[in-house]
């Protein structure tokens, strides 16, 4: 049981229990998001006395929030309690790629590579641009295309909704943008 909890499941257990989420999320007419409850928070808060995007029933979105806070928990058990020693897999082209541009491997334990995300990284010009830089653009890109990557790629797929594959292949292209041309450059500072 416990190694079932401390290996990532195969694409045929976790691709099933999303396929299951969603139709259950259909089934009740809700839909999935984790970036539209910043606006829930923020109308809880009592934001829409200043903006009417904050003005709407937040009441109906408290089953979201909970949904963010079983997030929560869920990750602080995975990484406490039910943490996998052994390193992080990566394929032999992404080893190389990422010694190529000379960036630690994660250690033993760990997710991410220390050198690019820690305190010490946060105050160097590389470790802002990527952290500070890319947290706001990945909160701008999320209000500016109507949702993250989770809620236009899983949520708004499964509704067949035009925009969503428009944001869909937007987040590949820009994907691919960074990892080949902007992370190179980044990194050499």
Known sequence: MNNFLTTSWEWYVAGPLITLTM???LYFGKSFGISSTLRTMCAIGGAGKVADFFRFDWRSQIWNLLFVVGTIIGGFLAHIVFKNPEPVQLSADTLQLLTDLEVDLPK???LIPANLF???SLFTLRGFIMMVGGGFLVG???RYAGGCTSGHAISGLSNLQLPSLIAVI????GGLVMTYFLLPLILAL
Not at 170 to 173: H, L, P, R
């Open 23 to 25: 139709f259950l999320l």
């Open 108 to 110: 033993a334990g760990a």
């Open 140 to 142: 701008f890109g999320t």
């Open 118 to 120: 820690s305190w010490e």
């Open 170 to 173: 937007g987040f590949f292209i």
